[in-house]
């Protein structure tokens, strides 16, 4: 064996004695959860009924939970709000990083409150915006109607409203974590291409639309992986805010999961749902990291 060889073999022996003890807690902490809820997924088994055991029947939840027709309702309640909300956080986050990279006076404090939302644990950003629509002394329907009682509105008894204000919920906490994605991208753009643009006589749409936008690339679609992998997984915002109604309007796959699990007992069934969400996150990630993901190391030709 060479020196090198030898010196190659140290460091890589000292760089997984290193890494050895995080990847010990992901297997604990992380990947057994997945494991097990895999393995409930495929058994029948009932909280407080014993004597039932548990019984292994394969994929019979998968095959229920397709010819569910709640669950189905719950998909598409999911995939609704990935959407808006993945949409609305990006662009909201791309015009934050837009004005807080630009130079003024107190940008560092501005900086700062921006990213308050993002650091207020999500079951008290719930609660503050149910708060705001309460249908009795919210926030509101007092600065919409004052003194007149009889004119508030319930807001989270439609339908269409509870969804949107879920969604509103949702992008005003989590905008600035896509701002901070993004303003990532914009400080490694060379203010040299800015400059010569201005020297051509390029606007500010112009400048934006040929130098910002196609360089802030890799940002943007690293920020919609984020997003949409966590948008997926929201659960938090509508145990607080809505409890999935009114009827089945922010009923999201999540919830539903919860739902069957904890509150009926189904401990099978639910754990399906929950392995269903996960293996459509993951399929989604690995769509995106084979369509998209590669051109992020892709090296512009000079």
């Known amino acids: 064996m060479t020196p090198e060889s030898r010196m190659a073999r140290t460091d890589a022996v000292a760089g997984w004695t290193m890494v050895a003890p995080a990847c010990l ?15 409930l997924s495929l058994h029948r088994s009932l909280v407080g009924v014993p004597e039932l055991g548990t019984v292994f029947i394969g994929l019979d939840n998968y095959v ?6 709640v669950a189905r309702r719950a998909a598409l309640v999911t995939l609704a709000f ?8 990006l662009s909201g986050g791309l015009i934050i990083a837009l004005v807080i990279h630009e130079r003024f006076r107190g940008r560092g404090v501005v900086r700062a ?14 609660q503050l915006w149910r708060y705001v629509f309460n249908d009795q002394y919210g926030l509101a329907n007092l600065l919409l109607y004052g003194d007149r009682i009889a004119d508030y509105i319930p807001w989270l008894a439609s339908p269409v409203v509870a969804f949107g204000i ?6 005003w906490k989590t905008s600035s974590f896509a701002a901070l994605l993004i303003l990532a991208g914009l400080q490694v753009i060379p203010d040299d291409l800015y400059d010569a643009a201005r020297v051509d006589g390029a606007g500010m749409w112009q400048r934006f639309r040929h130098i910002t936008l196609p360089l802030l690339k890799p940002a943007l679609l690293l920020a919609l992986l984020f997003r949409t992998m966590d948008a997926f997984r929201v659960f938090d915002l509508v145990f ?31 754990s399906a749902v929950s392995v269903a969400v ?25």
Do not use: H, K
């Open 25 to 39: 807690v992901i297997l604990l902490f992380a990947l057994y959860p997945v494991v097990d809820s895999l393995w």
């Open 64 to 69: 229920a939970l397709v010819r569910d027709p």
């Open 82 to 89: 990935v959407g808006c909300s993945t949409l609305l956080e």
């Open 113 to 126: 409150a921006i990213l308050i939302p993002w650091a207020i644990p999500t079951v008290v950003a719930s």
């Open 166 to 171: 879920v969604v509103l919920a949702d992008v």
């Open 240 to 270: 607080v805010m809505t409890q999935g109604g009114p009827g089945d309007a922010t009923q999201v796959l999540q919830f539903y999961g919860y739902q069957t699990l904890f509150a009926e007992g189904r401990l099978g069934y639910g």
């Open 278 to 302: 996960f293996l459509l996150i993951l399929l989604l990630s690995l769509i995106y990291l084979r369509a998209i993901g590669s051109r992020l190391l892709e090296r512009r030709p000079s």
